[in-house]
């Protein structure tokens, strides 16, 4: 049988890295083989000693802001940002405006998405009290979204037992406004107390109606551990993710000149803080790292009162890899963004081995320091700034389609909508 594509290179292959050939037939891998090996193709690259072969990156947390904000992002120029971050599925969350609460504004997301998207897609509902209008499209979200001001409202708990009832996670940001307070500083504007409070609301919710329960961008040591007592001793499940920002950047940000651009919640946070979300990553207790990529026009992020968030796309994978490449973080971590997020949410991507998705991801060993007016998102600033990077993305395949080779994009769209395995989308992509 002759395959669409063979790529031959040094693959990482959950654990290893190892010089093989991966064939790719309608989209999905087919085979992982020694180079002989490899099957007849229409197209064959080989990657030498200087490129790496990884699986495509998954980011279970996005704001690609269309439609409404599309001054901020839009679905083109958020899914090149993923390209060049090497991330080939991106989840996105629903504060759109309007929110996308309902199944009319899910579809008109699925329409924009399905039309200017590089890269594989799914959503997440955002908060509704009236549920029955996100009830004839289960297919097209693969779980709720509450930020704060909907975790304290009193529909939330239905939202939980709905989501229970449909077997998806509520996905939280965890913070209890009551805490909030006026500060100069925006770390004490919203302190750690408010997060664990955010997440004992969450904790109590879920276990009241069985819901899965996901902290997102989890930030403190108090919430942690929070989450990690329910991990082991809760009847409901619960799980996870961090940030790269909440990582490797603290509130010293605050005091510098990076402190607009550095303004994202929840805040960046203490030393001590930053060593327990680290140390999430190292054990791998977390479940998932997300960007929370959140693209701001420069104007709103200079602001007296700045508006939260940065793009984090393009950084992730590579600031990953840096820590992986110094021996700081073991090669499992990488799992945090490709194989554990795509199990999470049963999607058939994340792996490089046979009836996964063809996504796949080239990066070469080389140098560059970070630039944030260098970036492919339209917000042209990062926290990240002037950081340097040991690896840059080379090429990027989604399903089997070369979207990017060598510093140019190779198709102008060819993303869908990812269903979780199981499930039928009940759409047909437009
Ligand atoms: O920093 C943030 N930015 N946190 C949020 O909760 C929302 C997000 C955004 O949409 O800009
Ligand atoms: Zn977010």
Not at 44 to 66: A, Q, Y
Not at 246 to 259: G, K, N, R, T
Not at 390 to 416: N, P, S
Request: aromatic residues 8%; neutral net charge.
């Amino acid at each position: 049988m002759t395959v669409d594509l063979v790529v031959i290179g040094k693959a990482y292959l959950g654990g290893r890295f190892e010089e093989v050939a991966i064939a790719v037939d309608s989209g999905v891998i087919v085979g992982v083989t020694k180079p002989p090996l490899a099957p007849p193709s229409n197209a064959r690259v080989e990657f030498g000693e200087k490129f790496l072969v990884l699986p495509g990156m998954v980011d279970l947390h996005v704001h690609m802001r269309e439609p409404g904000l599309e001054y901020k992002e839009d679905w083109r120029s958020g899914s090149r940002a993923a390209v060049k971050g090497g991330v080939t599925l991106v989840v996105d969350m629903p504060n759109n405006r309007p929110p996308s609460n309902s199944c009319d504004r899910l579809r008109e997301k699925l329409q924009r998405a399905s039309e200017k998207s590089l890269v594989d897609f799914a959503f997440y509902a955002g908060f509704n009290p009236r549920l029955e209008e996100l009830e004839d499209c289960g297919g097209l979200y693969v779980g709720f979204k509450l930020y704060p001001e909907d975790l304290f409202a009193q529909d939330a708990v239905s939202v939980f037992r709905r989501a229970a009832s449909v077997g998806k996670p509520v996905v939280v940001h965890a913070e209890d406004p009551s805490f909030f307070r006026k500060s100069r500083r925006h770390s004490e504007a919203r302190p750690p107390v408010a997060e664990r409070a955010g997440i004992l609301r969450a904790l109590d919710l879920a276990e009241a109606t069985g819901a899965w329960l996901h902290v997102t961008h989890l930030s403190t040591e108090i919430g942690l551990l929070e989450v990690l007592r329910a991990k082991v001793s809760a009847r409901h499940r619960v799980t996870f993710d961090v940030t790269p920002h909440h990582a490797l950047l603290s509130e010293a940000l605050y005091s510098s000149p990076l402190s607009k651009v550095a303004v994202v919640n929840p805040p960046l946070r203490s030393e001590g803080d930053v060593r327990a979300v680290y140390a999430s990553l190292r054990s791998g207790l977390a479940d998932a790292l997300v960007t929370d990529h959140a693209p701001h026009s420069l104007e709103e992020k200079l602001a007296d009162n700045p508006a939260p968030g940065f793009p984090g796309l393009e950084l992730a994978l590579h600031l990953l890899l840096d820590e992986i490449l110094s021996g700081r973080l073991g090669l499992p971590a990488l799992e945090l963004y490709c194989r554990r997020p795509a199990e999470l949410m049963g999607f058939s991507k994340g792996s490089i081995a046979p009836g996964f998705d063809g996504d796949l991801v080239v990066v070469a060993k080389e140098e560059w320091r970070v630039r944030g007016e260098e970036l492919e998102s339209r917000a042209k600033y990062t926290p990240f700034e002037g950081r340097v990077l040991r690896t840059k993305t080379h090429a990027v395949y989604v399903r089997g389609l070369e979207v990017y080779t060598a510093g140019y994009f190779m198709a102008e769209k060819g993303g869908r909508l990812a269903v979780p395995r199981g499930r039928a989308s009940g759409f047909e992509a437009p």
